[in-house]
């Protein structure tokens, strides 16, 4: 097994908390992990990235090479499109359809979703709905994480005994609610392209 992922986003969307679940899984299975600190902006609002790879060999590089990652999980649909050139040609882009608009030129949202539909393999995610539907707009990086499960060979069970371990301290009903809105994520890509 051999995953490189990069999750995209703005500051304050929770990229961090995905990156850390996903880890958690992984190491709980025996896999190595690696993964590079945020690059980017750390405030609110700032562009973001994080690139994680998962192996059941050695990892040499926490840094993941122009053209090798399998999966750009991106909260911000915009933001996708940012890491395009590090895309495999068999990778996919799983990203939400709801854009964090912080410019003033910030692109129109069909012209932005028609943009990735025909660049890469994609799956888009009403990310927003799902996450109130879970019971908190706070979970929607969960939700995108759900949505990402397909491609990240780690069961979904896995993951979700690492979401709870991430939210234990914070109490059953976050756990609860972040199991919810990961389940709602998996159960509701849409226009997955392949």
């Known amino acids: 097994m051999n995953k490189n992922i990069i999750i995209s986003g703005v500051g304050g969307q929770g990229i961090l908390t995905v990156a850390s679940i996903i880890d958690l899984a992984a190491m709980n299975l025996g896999l190595n992990v690696k993964q590079a600190e945020v690059h980017g902006m750390s405030q609110r609002g700032g562009a973001v990235e994080s690139h994680l790879r998962v192996s059941s060999g050695e990892i040499f590089s926490d840094l993941i090479p122009k053209g090798r990652a399998d999966l750009i999980l991106s909260v911000e649909p915009m933001e996708s499109l940012r890491y395009l050139p590090f895309l495999s040609p068999e990778g996919v882009i799983v990203t939400a359809t709801e854009p964090f608009v912080n410019i003033d030129n910030y692109p129109d949202r069909e012209k932005l979703l028609k943009t990735i539909a025909t660049t890469a393999n994609h799956v888009f995610v009403d990310a927003g709905s799902l ?21 990240l060979e780690i069961a979904t069970e896995e993951l979700e005994k690492a979401i709870e371990m991430f939210f234990d301290r914070k109490g059953k009903e976050m756990v609860d609610l972040n199991i919810r809105a990961f389940r709602l994520g998996w159960a509701n890509r849409l226009n997955e392209q392949q």
């Open 131 to 151: 996450a109130k539907e879970a019971g908190s707009a706070k979970s929607y990086n969960v939700v995108m994480l759900g949505a990402a499960t397909p491609y």
